[in-house]
C-alpha cells in the first residue's frame, strides 16, 4: 500500500504541468491569432486612408455680420476663420494652456499617448461613463484634417495612423502651430485668433491669461462653455485649466491667483440672456429675400437700438420673475418702432436660451381689445365724433351676445368713454353699423396682414395677429395714418465693403385720414389718463388700448409717444388661462416701466407733432452715411482703375 500511494504521488504532477503547458499553447496561438486579426484591421483600415498629401479646408458656412444702428457687432451667422497664428508670436501661456487642459505629454509621445488612453480609459471604467478622452492633439489634428467627426473603431484607428505620420513628417511645434489654427471653438470660429475675436474683441496676440484658460477650457464643449452663452460657467471651467496650468509649471500660483481675482464680474442675465438673438434670426431669416447671392461673407446694418433691446430684455425678466408664476404667466413679447418703421427693440420671450420660438413675430394671438381702435377709426371716418352718445345695453348680432368684463350694461355715454373703458357692446354696435368689410379693409391698411374672420367677434379681436402686426397698426396711427412698414435693414455689404443692398426711403403713402387719426388719438390718450389703461402711464403724452381674450389667455398693451411705438404681450405657449391677467395688469406694467426708461433724456413732445425732431435727426444720419458711402464707393474705384 505505501508502494502504490508513492506512484500515485508522482503520477500528479504530470497532470498539472500537461495542463499547464496546454494552456500555454493556447494562449500562444491565441495571441498570435490576435495579432495577426488586428494587423489585417489595421491593414484594411491604412487602405481606406484619406490622401494625406491632400489636406483642405474644412467647408465654410459664410459668415455673416449684424451690426446694431450704431455699428456695433451684436450677433455672427456661420463660419468665422482668423489671421493664421505662429506660436512665437503668441505668449507662451496660450499654448501652454491648450497642453496643460488637453494632452501634458504632448512634447513626449509619438502622436499616441499609451499612458493616456491607459488612464482614460479606467476613470471612464470608474465612473460608468465617458469622462476623459485619450486623443493626444495630434490625432485631434489628423481627425480635424482628414478624417470626419464619425465615432467609430475604423475612424479611430485611421486617426492614430494618421498620427503617426505627422509626428514623423512635421516637428511638435508645427503640429501644434497647425493644431491652433485649425481647431473649431464654437459660435463658428476656427482657430485661436478667430475665438480671441470672436470671444474676446482682440487679437490672439493679446490674450491674457485669463483669456486663454477661457478658450482653452472650450475644447471640451464649446457650446457648454462659451463665455457668450454661460459667461459664469466659462469661467469656471477656465479656473480647471488654470490649476493645470500651475500643476505643469507653466505659470506660477501667484500668477493664478492675479488671474482668477482680475477677472470681470459676469452678468449671467445679461449675457446669456441675448434678447437680440431674436431680432438676428429675424434679420438673418429675410437676407434671401433682399439679395441673390448668400453664399458669400456680409455685415448687416440693422436698425435695432441694443440700449433699448437690453431695457426691453430686462423689464420683461424683472415683471415676470416677480409676479409671473403668481400669475400662471410664463411668456413675454415686446417689440418697438420708430416713427418711420425702424424696428428698435425686438424681444420674443423670456429667454433666447431656453426657447428659440419669437413669439414677437411667429405666435399668432388673439389681441382682443387692442383690436378696437381700428373699429373706432372706421367709424370716425364714417361720421362718429368723441362726445357722441352711446348706449351700453344687451346687443345681439345673429348668434353672437357679448357681455362686458364687469358682467354689467351702463347706460348712455360718449364714445370717448365707451373707448376708454373698452365697453364691448359699443364696439360691436359700432361694427355692425359701418360693416365687417370696412373694418376689414382699414386693418389690412394698417398693416394687419394675417387672415381677419367675417363676423361680430372680430369687435373683440378675435382673430389672430402677431405682436409685430399689432405694432405696424399702432406705428401707422402714431404716424397720422400712413402706411408704416416695419424694417430691420438698412445696408448689406459684402466683406470688402461693397454694397449689395440699401434700403431706399420713399414719402409713405397715406392710408388714413389724418384728422380721424388724430381724433382717435385723443380717444386713446383718455385710455390712458382715465381708462383701463391708466397703469401705463408714464407722466408725458402717450396713447394706447389694453387688450384681454377670453379665460385671459392673451394680455395686452399697445401704445405710442412721440418717439417709440411698443407692444407687450404676456400668456403662456400652451394658451391655457393665467390667473385673470388683465391688459391693464402687468402688460400695462411691463409697458410703463420700460417706456418710462426709454423716454429718459428725451424732450418731452405732444403726439400732434409726432417725432419730427427725430425724423429730421434720423434723416441727417442717413444723409450724412450715403455721403460717406458714395465717397468710399468713389474712391475704391479709382484705386482700383490704378
Not at 469661467?235 to 505659470?251: L, S, T
Not at 381689445?369 to 348706449?391: C, Q
Not at 411705438?565 to 411691463?590: C, I, Q, R, Y
Amino acid at each position: 500500500m505505501p508502494q502504490k500511494k508513492r506512484v500515485l504521488r508522482q503520477k500528479k504532477p504530470k497532470k498539472k504541468r500537461g495542463l499547464a503547458m496546454l494552456l500555454a499553447r493556447y494562449s500562444f496561438l491565441g495571441g498570435i491569432w490576435i495579432g495577426v486579426i488586428t494587423f489585417i484591421y489595421i491593414l484594411y483600415c491604412a487602405v481606406d486612408l484619406p490622401d494625406i498629401h491632400q489636406v483642405t479646408q474644412p467647408p465654410l458656412r459664410p459668415s455673416v455680420e449684424l451690426e446694431s444702428k450704431d455699428g456695433t457687432l451684436f450677433a455672427r451667422y456661420g463660419d468665422l476663420v482668423g489671421e493664421s497664428v505662429s506660436l512665437p508670436s503668441l505668449p507662451k501661456y496660450v499654448p501652454q494652456a491648450i497642453i496643460a487642459i488637453e494632452d501634458r505629454r504632448f512634447y513626449d509621445h509619438f502622436g499616441i499617448d499609451i499612458f493616456g488612453i491607459l488612464r482614460a480609459a479606467y476613470h471612464n471604467i470608474a465612473a460608468g461613463r465617458t469622462v476623459q478622452g485619450g486623443s493626444t492633439l495630434t490625432q485631434q489634428l489628423a481627425k480635424n484634417l482628414f478624417l470626419t467627426p464619425e465615432r467609430a473603431m475604423k475612424r479611430k484607428v485611421q486617426e492614430m495612423l494618421l498620427a503617426l505620420w505627422l509626428e514623423h513628417t512635421y516637428t511638435k511645434d508645427q503640429i501644434l502651430t497647425a493644431y491652433l489654427n485649425r481647431v473649431y471653438l464654437g459660435s463658428g470660429a476656427y482657430g485661436i485668433d478667430a475665438a480671441a475675436q470672436t470671444y474676446f474683441n482682440k487679437s490672439a496676440k493679446e490674450l491674457n491669461i485669463r483669456e486663454a484658460a477661457m478658450i482653452a477650457g472650450l475644447l471640451r464643449a464649446p457650446s457648454r462653455y462659451s463665455p457668450l452663452h454661460d459667461p459664469a460657467g466659462s469661467f469656471e471651467r477656465a479656473k480647471v485649466v488654470m490649476q493645470a496650468m500651475v500643476e505643469e509649471g507653466y505659470i506660477s500660483e501667484a500668477q493664478r491667483r492675479v488671474a482668477v481675482a482680475s477677472a470681470p464680474k459676469l452678468d449671467r442675465k445679461k449675457l446669456g440672456g441675448n434678447a437680440e438673438r431674436y431680432f438676428a434670426d429675424y434679420v438673418y431669416d429675410q437676407l434671401s429675400s433682399m439679395i441673390a447671392d448668400t453664399q458669400q461673407d456680409m455685415v448687416v446694418k440693422t436698425t435695432l437700438d441694443l440700449s433699448l433691446e437690453r431695457l426691453a430684455e430686462r423689464h420683461v425678466e424683472s415683471v415676470l420673475s416677480k409676479q409671473g408664476e403668481a400669475k400662471n404667466v410664463s411668456e413675454a413679447a415686446l417689440v418697438t418702432l420708430a416713427p418711420d418703421g425702424a424696428i428698435r427693440a425686438l424681444t420674443g420671450g423670456r429667454s433666447y436660451a431656453q426657447s428659440q420660438y419669437n413669439r414677437a413675430t411667429q405666435a399668432l394671438r388673439q389681441p382682443g381689445s387692442a383690436f378696437k381702435p381700428i373699429i373706432y377709426l372706421t367709424a370716425i371716418e364714417h361720421g362718429l365724433t368723441p362726445d357722441d352718445i352711446v348706449t351700453d345695453e344687451p346687443v345681439s348680432i345673429g348668434k353672437y351676445s357679448p357681455d362686458n368684463y364687469d358682467g354689467k350694461f351702463h347706460g348712455q355715454m360718449t364714445a370717448r368713454q365707451a373707448l376708454a373703458e373698452s365697453i364691448n357692446t359699443i364696439a360691436v354696435k359700432l361694427l355692425d353699423q359701418v360693416g365687417i368689410g370696412q373694418v376689414i379693409q382699414m386693418a389690412k391698411d394698417l398693416g394687419v396682414s394675417s387672415p381677419l374672420s367675417r363676423n361680430a367677434a372680430l369687435a373683440l379681436g378675435a382673430s389672430e395677429v402677431s405682436p409685430l402686426e399689432l405694432a405696424t397698426v399702432y406705428a401707422s396711427l402714431a404716424s397720422g395714418g400712413k402706411a408704416i412698414e416695419p424694417y430691420a435693414i438698412t445696408k448689406i455689404s459684402s466683406r470688402s465693403g461693397q454694397t449689395l443692398y440699401r434700403r431706399q426711403d420713399g414719402n409713405l403713402p397715406q392710408v388714413v385720414d389724418a384728422d380721424a387719426v388724430a381724433t382717435l388719438t385723443g380717444m386713446m390718450e383718455d385710455v390712458i389718463q382715465y381708462g383701463t389703461g391708466k397703469g401705463a402711464n408714464i407722466g408725458r403724452p402717450a396713447a394706447g388700448k389694453t387688450g384681454t381674450t377670453s379665460d385671459y389667455r392673451d394680455a395686452w398693451f399697445a401704445g405710442f409717444t412721440a418717439d417709440y411705438t411698443t407692444v407687450v404681450w404676456m400668456g403662456n405657449d400652451d394658451n391655457s388661462s393665467t390667473k385673470k391677467v388683465t391688459g391693464g395688469s402687468l402688460p400695462a406694467v411691463l409697458w410703463r416701466e420700460y417706456m418710462a426708461d426709454a423716454e429718459q433724456g428725451l424732450p418731452v413732445a405732444s403726439l400732434r407733432n409726432a417725432s419730427f425732431a427725430q425724423r429730421v435727426i434720423d434723416e441727417a444720419e442717413e444723409a450724412v452715411e450715403d455721403v460717406g458711402q458714395t465717397l468710399g464707393d468713389l474712391i475704391n474705384s479709382l484705386v482700383g482703375k490704378h
